[in-house]
């Protein structure tokens, strides 16, 4: 029964903490286009995620942190691409975002639907533990 | 009683269309629903604990060959510490909207062909080595710029 409870503890502080990434992502991507240090404003959102970059700690339906330019100049390709490569080389934060339950990057521009995508656990560099 | 009861049983089921509002049926409907759920949540949780013990047996295979690898229990409670480290996000919004025009100043700016001097160049060299491999830190750059101000104007 206590570890239920455990569980059921962990579970909601999981959720919170998955939140406040988010939360914390957008308000730093909006105090910097405001002023005027960004071009275009950046948005962080979850989503489903890659079934093939799953690892043992994803989220259900829920294993995508999306990166999406919401407005201001459309990014390029190569944009895309440095701003995912950006965030894969924060190693404390892909670490972050895998014990988080999320397995893929994405980052999309304002239009269309096309965009690029990382495997996080690729990137996590835990001794060994997700990339053997 | 139990007459009376059949009968409307087989009246409700021989009338064509009504099968479908008996409770009977949705009951039967919810039912199978419930256990195909149970039956997925059983499946994932068994999928589940069994990646985390072959992942364990590996993790402690690496410890036992490798000697400055850190153990299974330390690794998972490094997963677990990683949850509540704090990121600098404004440092990230940095790195993804100056760090490249940053980058590409002090590479040409301190590139080392543009010193003639020896030790100039030298330091030139290192500093450009510096430069790429933080190139997408923004403050590491920014200290870089100081260090390279300093040592070679």
Redesign the interface.
């Known amino acids: 029964m206590t570890s239920v409870w455990y569980r059921m503890i962990d579970w909601f502080s999981e959720a919170k903490e998955r939140i406040n990434v988010v939360r914390d992502f957008n308000r730093a991507a909006k105090y910097s286009f405001l002023s005027g240090e960004a071009q275009t404003l950046l948005q962080a959102r979850i989503t489903r995620g890659s079934s093939a970059y799953r690892h043992e700690f994803s989220k259900f339906m829920q294993g995508g942190f999306r990166i999406k330019a919401l407005s201001g100049r459309p990014l390029h390709r190569h944009e895309l691409i440095s701003i995912g490569i950006i965030v894969i080389d924060n190693e404390m934060l892909v670490r972050k975002l895998i014990s988080l339950g999320w397995d893929t990057l994405e980052v999309h521009d304002s239009q269309g639907y096309d965009g690029c995508k990382w495997e996080l656990k690729k990137h996590a560099k835990i001794g060994g533990y997700l990339n053997s | 009683m139990l007459l009376q009861l059949t009968v409307d049983t087989t009246t409700l089921l021989s009338s064509p269309g009504d099968w479908k509002s008996t409770p009977s049926f949705w009951l039967s409907i919810f039912g199978t629903a419930q256990l195909i759920v149970t039956g997925y949540l059983i499946f994932r949780l068994r999928k ?1 604990s069994k ?2 013990k072959e ?1 364990t047996a ?2 402690s295979e ?1 410890t036992v060959s490798s000697s400055d ?2 153990n299974s229990s330390s ?2 409670e ?3 510490e ?4 704090s ?1 600098d ?2 440092d ?9 025009a940053l980058y590409s100043e002090l590479i040409k700016k301190y590139h080392p062909d543009r010193f003639l001097d020896e030790t100039k160049n030298r330091i030139a060299t290192e500093l450009s080595k510096e430069i790429v491999q933080n190139k ?2 923004y403050s590491r750059l920014k200290a870089l710029e100081q260090k390279a101000y300093s040592l070679l104007n």
Do not use: G
Request: aromatic content about 4%.
């Open positions: 589940k990646l985390v992942l590996r993790v690496l690898s850190l690794l998972s490094s997963l677990k990683a949850r509540h480290t990121i996000f404004s990230l919004m940095n790195n993804i909207n100056k760090s490249e997408h830190s």
